[in-house]
């Protein structure tokens, strides 16, 4: 098995739908619950608790999307693409961010709260609405 692998012209959309579901499932509550977190007021019983939701979510939608293989762009070991770098920084980000604030490192903590939302969500987002990605055939039409 090469470490850069065209991909094919088809996945077999029975293992790779469901994953896309669940991968929604996690990634758009996580997208809300981000957002809603960014712009109010930090430190509350309420922030704790759905950042403690959001943390999962983020994780959850992480996990997942290492079982989606690339669809567009080169595969490393047959399976992953560039944007599955995304995935990786989520599953190191977040016992980070977690830790931090247990900890009392508020700075630490808000930087990687931060990257987590910018990158994990904003930036790989982006890019699940490129031409060629399944999430801009639904949504754009094409």
């Known amino acids: 098995m090469a470490l850069i692998e065209r991909i094919p012209d088809k996945e077999e959309p ?22 809603w977190l960014m712009v109010r007021r930090k430190g ?10 959001y943390l999962v979510l983020m994780l959850a939608t992480a ?6 293989g690339a669809t567009i762009g080169p595969r490393f070991f047959g399976h992953f693409g560039y944007i599955h770098a995304f995935s990786l920084l989520t599953l190191v980000s ?7 604030a ?12 931060i990257g987590l939302y ?9 890019f699940a609405f490129m031409p060629g990605r399944l999430l801009h055939g639904w949504l754009l039409g094409s």
């Open 63 to 68: 996990l997942v999307s290492l079982f989606m």
């Open 118 to 126: 910018v990158g994990g969500l904003l930036i790989a987002g982006s």
């Open 102 to 113: 247990r900890s009392g490192q508020v700075a630490l903590h808000r930087n990687t709260m």
């Open 14 to 35: 029975m293992t790779y739908l469901p994953l896309v579901y669940a991968h929604l499932a996690t990634v758009v509550p996580a997208f809300g619950i981000g957002t």
């Open 44 to 53: 509350t019983m309420h922030h704790r608790r759905l950042g403690h939701a």
């Open 94 to 100: 977040v016992p980070i961010a977690y830790f931090a």
